[in-house]
């Protein structure tokens, strides 16, 4: 059997990625331009990997299977992204989002992991501000907050109900910016078909040019899978097809550990289904989330009454209503 070994750096948990990044061996600016780097995928994982390596240095060969980076799946993501700034002086804070991000993640995400995203959380937003991502203001131009992810704090960062698109039209132009300097080769309609090790470490991948069917090979001192997520273990969810875990299966096959399978994001509040055509669900406007009032009837006699269309749910006064989310959790109300 094999052991996980997820290499956590040392210390204290809230010191232990600052103590590692104080550390850490460093690559000498003249040498970094020596250096290969591989990433398939350009979704905000990929696509800002890509860019922020070739913007360091590296030479970067990025990988996707569509016919533009700018398709990756992250373009779906409604809601927005979340940052500790505490612009609404609602008491939020490092240790707040890493808290909740613990709890939302079921207590089973890696601490250090969380608390690290919580430290850079504001960092990201400034460098997606400053790559124009037009994230929405309130009337005198500041920032704006809304409240999403069932938490007490407002602290999630949006572009109406768009952020994914518009934060991966950021990630976008801060990689095309790094094609034009020559530093990213970009190669669309291309899917990795299998990881190539060497001595133990990832040196290379094969992929399969989508148009011609050819396969090619690519090497490199590294290789960096940010392939998206693994959607399609249901019949439909809010992933497109596409989104089929092929990447991650390869290098599971190489022995990469695949973690948490069970760990699906599901989307509740989707468009129902139309017909057998449909692929994927499409969400309903997150920019609503966290509003609005959820009840069911207070009495047993209104429910079989409303199943057999004998009575509207509208006719229900606001006594016969039960809000039982907020009777049973009165803190967090709806946002449970
Ligand atoms: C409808 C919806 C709403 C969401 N809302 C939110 C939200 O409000 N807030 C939030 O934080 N998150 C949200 N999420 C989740 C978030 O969008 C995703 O977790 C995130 O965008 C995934 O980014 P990624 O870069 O890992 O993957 P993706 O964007 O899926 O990118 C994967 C990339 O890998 C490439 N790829 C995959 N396999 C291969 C292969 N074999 N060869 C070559 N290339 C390959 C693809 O071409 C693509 O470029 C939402 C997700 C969905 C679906």
Redesign the pocket.
Known sequence: MSVLDSKIPEGPLKDKWTNHKNKIDLVNPANKRKIDIIV????????SAAASLAEMGYNVKS????DS?RR???I???????AAKNYQNDGDSVYRLFYDTVKGGDYRSREANVHRLAEVSGNIIDQCVAQGVPFGRDYGGLLDNRSFGGVLVSRTFYAKGQ??QQLLLGAYSALNRQIAKGKVTMYNR????ELVKVNGKARGII?RNLETGELERHSAHAVVI????Y?NVFFLS??AM??NA??AWKIHKKGAHFANPCYT?I?PTCIPRSGEHQSKLT?MS?SLRNDGRIWVPKNMEDVLAIREGKLKPTDLSEDQRDYYLERRYPAFGNLV
């Open positions: 398939v995928g350009t979704g905000l994982a990929g696509g990988f996707c299977y569509q980076p990756a799946h992250s779906a993501a409604q809601g927005g992204i979340n952020t994914g291309h899917e990795m078909v992929a940010a392939s998206g997520g959607g809010t992933n596409g989104s092929t990447a994001q989307h969400l997150e």
